[in-house]
């Protein structure tokens, strides 16, 4: 499967932005997604996940409460909106796919999307 993420940006802190990604290639409703995210110098972090249905949601205890992931299994389609935005959110966001279930481990994951930039200015 293919995964296109759109929609980052610059933003000052406490605002909003919503990023998506776009599958192709794969049975969308067959995998579990999630978005990642790596900032300067440091490792790939587990942002959030969704299962395969949508009916279950994951966040890092970092992001709970201020992003929200959803997908539209019509569309092919995952989001990620996030708001109340902070310096330290700023990151390269990948979107991932992966066959079984939602993993928040970088190496468990199947398939990732190129990033997108997400700068947070104070």
């Known amino acids: 499967v293919q995964l296109q993420a759109s929609g980052g940006g610059l933003v000052q802190a406490g605002g909003s932005l919503k990023l998506s990604c776009a599958a192709s290639?794969?049975?969308?409703?067959?995998?579990?997604m999630g978005w990642f995210r790596q900032a300067p110098g440091k490792e790939h972090e587990f942002v959030a996940g969704?299962?395969?249905?949508?009916?279950?949601?994951y966040y890092a205890d970092s992001v709970k409460g201020r992003f929200t992931i959803s997908r539209d299994n019509a569309k092919n389609m995952v989001y990620l909106e996030m708001n109340s935005l902070k310096p330290e959110d700023t990151a390269i966001y990948y979107c991932?796919?992966?066959?079984?279930?939602?993993?928040?481990?970088?190496?468990?994951?199947?398939?990732w999307g190129k990033g997108t930039q997400v700068t947070v200015s104070s």
């Open positions: 290639g794969g049975t969308f409703g067959n995998y579990a």
């Open positions: 991932t796919a992966n066959r079984f279930t939602v993993t928040a481990t970088p190496s468990g994951v199947d398939y």
């Open positions: 969704v299962t395969k249905s949508g009916t279950s949601t």
